[in-house]
């Protein structure tokens, strides 16, 4: 559980590094939330393409946290400016 709260804020803090702009997401806990739910992202779709294993916390498993992650604060910031201008 500590390696996953670990991965979490890690994968969720590299993600906010990596996305440009104004990232809404700030503060400890919905970084974690941020880096929780881009590994669920990643481990599905990298499941999907055939890449990966079952393994809870490997180096693959924070890669692909971290592109499931980024792939949310993209999204995430393509819906909130689509909702800003109309």
Known sequence: MIGALIMGL?????ARLLVPG???????????????A???????AF???GIGDDDMFDLGGTI?????AVIL?????FIDKQRSSS
Do not use: E, H
């Open 47 to 49: 499941r999907l393409i």
């Open 64 to 68: 692909g946290a971290v592109i499931g």
């Open 38 to 44: 881009g590994s669920f992202v990643g481990y599905w």
């Open 10 to 14: 890690v994968a969720g803090a590299i």
């Open 73 to 77: 604060l993209v999204a995430w910031q």
């Open 22 to 36: 104004d990232n809404k997401v700030s503060g400890c806990l919905p970084t974690m939330l941020l880096g929780f």
